[in-house]
């Protein structure tokens, strides 16, 4: 006997639904000269000599001094020192369970800026990172430095608590303590008395980037270039979006990654990295570059597309003025060659104006509102 309505079965054939195909989006990488030489022979040979010695001269500026460096090193020692007493033997203090220390950030990496005093360290905490947890450590800290009585003037040292942590400032420099946790303690965060989980997660990506750096990027171009890309980033504002991690690997890519696996030199690797941005790297579509430390997503996926269009705008700008020879003004700090139209070798370079336009969001009026109504 069968049960249901009735009628004639189906077969397995009758029951598969039409096959659909899905078209899915493939990112591609944005033109690349470097990549495709042997496509593109060059007509005249480049002389990079007189570039590559400006380059060269404006890494030595941007260079910290020995002095600073030693003050600044000196400070995170005594600081880790803390920190390492703390995890050996706490003394009766219960603030807090710390997991480990470890410094991180441009000064750990040996990239960090002439005059730029600070240095960063991550402290990661096995227990729930408290905010008055937080403010009891760092006074600890204080007390321990105070202690140890190896810091000049170290009387005159106190701390300031932030939304990151808090900050050791003193004679020497600053350390600015970023507090991480374990990941176990992610689920159990109340953003209430915690500090957020997108901060949390920052501090700790920020230990895996300084490993990477540490194990793949330690070659002195790679650090030259870093410096220099970063210099840019500071005087020009529509590169003002790319943030340390994004320069980081930018530089090694621009260096490393080409078909004879040999080490380019700065000049080469400015120049790479500026017709990259502009050719679009960092642009939606693009494959850009992937990040090793985040299950190698790329890194302009969440970049906005009005910063993404102001980007490679800014850095069609600069690659126009530096292919008829304005490095010097490139290098020397002259933001209005990236705004408005300049003259170079008799050749006029007039500004990229942007692309993208923000869609506008159409407001419902009260009879449209009125209708939707109606039809529910």
């Given at each position: 006997m069968m049960r249901g309505r009735g009628g004639r079965p189906m077969n397995r054939t009758q029951l598969r639904t039409?096959?659909?195909?899905v078209k899915s989006h493939v990112a591609k990488p944005p033109f690349d000269l470097i990549m495709c030489e042997n496509s593109?022979?060059?007509?005249?040979?480049?002389?990079?000599?007189?570039?590559?010695?400006?380059?060269?001269?404006?890494?030595?500026?941007?260079?910290?001094t020995e002095i600073e460096l030693n003050n600044l090193n000196t400070l995170v020692v005594e600081v880790q020192k803390v920190f390492d007493s703390l995890i050996v033997s706490p003394n009766n203090?219960?603030?807090?369970?710390?997991?480990?220390?470890?410094?991180?950030?441009?000064?750990?990496?040996?990239?960090?800026?002439?005059?730029?005093?600070?240095?960063?360290?991550?402290?990661?905490?096995?227990?729930?990172?408290?905010?008055?947890?937080?403010?009891?450590?760092?006074?600890?800290?204080?007390?321990?430095?105070?202690?140890?009585?190896?810091?000049?003037?170290v009387e005159k040292y106190f701390y300031e608590l932030n939304e990151n942590g808090f900050v050791i400032k003193g004679a020497l420099g600053s350390v600015r303590i970023r507090i991480?946790?374990?990941?176990?303690?992610?689920s159990k965060l109340d953003p209430n008395v915690h500090l957020p989980l997108k901060t949390l997660e920052n501090h700790a990506a920020a230990v895996k980037h300084v490993r990477w750096f540490e194990e793949n990027a330690q070659n002195e171009t790679i650090k030259n270039t870093v410096r220099l890309l970063r210099d840019l980033k500071l005087r020009f504002e529509g590169l003002g979006v790319l943030s340390p991690w994004m320069i980081d690997l930018l530089s090694f890519h621009v260096i490393m990654n080409n078909p004879k696996?040999?080490?380019?030199?700065?000049?080469?690797?400015?120049?790479?990295?500026?017709?990259?941005?502009?050719?679009?790297?960092?642009?939606?579509?693009?494959?850009?570059?992937?990040?090793?430390?985040?299950?190698?997503?790329?890194?302009?996926?969440?970049?906005?597309?009005?910063?993404?269009?102001?980007?490679?705008?800014?850095?069609?700008?600069?690659?126009?003025?530096?292919?008829?020879?304005?490095?010097?003004p490139l290098l020397?700090?002259?933001?209005?060659i990236a705004t408005s139209a300049t003259m170079w070798q008799g050749v006029v370079v007039n500004?990229?104006?942007?692309?993208?336009?923000?869609?506008?969001?159409?407001?419902?009026?009260?009879?449209?509102?009125?209708?939707s109504a109606g039809e529910i």
């Open positions: 039409p096959f659909k195909t593109f022979p060059r007509v005249n040979t480049v002389n990079d000599e007189n570039f590559q010695a400006a380059l060269i001269k404006r890494v030595n500026d941007l260079s910290p203090f219960s603030g807090c369970q710390i997991e480990e220390s470890r410094a991180v950030g441009s000064f750990k990496k040996g990239t960090i800026l002439r005059g730029h005093k600070t240095a960063d360290v991550v402290v990661v905490l096995q227990t729930l990172p408290f905010q008055k947890s937080i403010e009891v450590l760092a006074v600890r800290v204080l007390d321990d430095l105070k202690k140890l009585q190896s810091l000049p003037q991480a946790t374990v990941p176990s303690n992610y696996k040999e080490i380019l030199t700065e000049s080469a690797a400015y120049r790479r990295a500026l017709q990259l941005l502009a050719a679009g790297l960092f642009l939606i579509g693009s494959a850009g570059i992937a990040d090793p430390c985040d299950n190698n997503k790329w890194l302009h996926n969440a970049m906005p597309y009005e910063q993404q269009d102001l980007l490679c705008l800014t850095a069609q700008n600069l690659i126009r003025v530096l292919a008829h020879g304005g490095y010097i020397s700090g002259k933001p209005n500004s990229s104006e942007k692309a993208y336009e923000k869609p506008i969001e159409k407001e419902s009026t009260v009879e449209e509102m009125e209708v």
